[in-house]
């Protein structure tokens, strides 16, 4: 699910970062102080629940959208006790998130979605929103795969990143 909401996301102009984990996501929200974070309740490490009340505690009031199984109304007051805008059950439509992310976006004053990320290592150049590559100002033609693999290593701005991280994010 956290690759096809990605994929979903990132077609739609977004920049998508994930975490896998509870603990990654708590890391990942401080280096990246995101727009808003789309959570599941059901993370390794550190439960949903605890990363949106340490998240809170933190001080940190960044809009947080719950996606989870978890859908009895216990859990989703619980949720929203504890500083989530928005709740969406499982099983759900991924334009009706892209309609729930619209709608928080436009709540926290973004006006539009944010614009497309434009890469740039080297010479080489990749913006996201035309899918299109230059290196030295040429255009370069790539494969679907190809272009899938050179963002995931241009989003590690230069971290290493393992054979299974890029089989998981690029090949699901």
Known sequence: IVSLVRT?????????????????????????????????????????MQ????????????????????GDETDRLRGFRLGAADYVVKPFSLPELLARVA????????????????????????DTGTHEVRRAGAPVALRPREYDLLLALLRREGRVATRTELLHEVWS
């Open 103 to 126: 709608a928080m976006l436009r709540r926290i004053g973004e006006q539009r979605a944010p614009a497309p990320a434009q890469w740039k290592f080297g010479e080489i150049e990749v």
């Open 51 to 70: 990363l949106l009340r340490t998240i809170r505690e933190e001080g940190n009031t960044v809009p947080v959208l719950i996606l989870s199984a978890r």
């Open 8 to 48: 979903y996301l990132e077609r739609e102009g977004f920049e998508v970062v994930e975490a896998r984990d509870g603990r990654a996501a708590l890391a990942s929200i401080a280096r990246n102080d995101p727009l808003l974070v789309v959570l599941d309740l059901m993370l390794p490490l550190m439960d949903g």
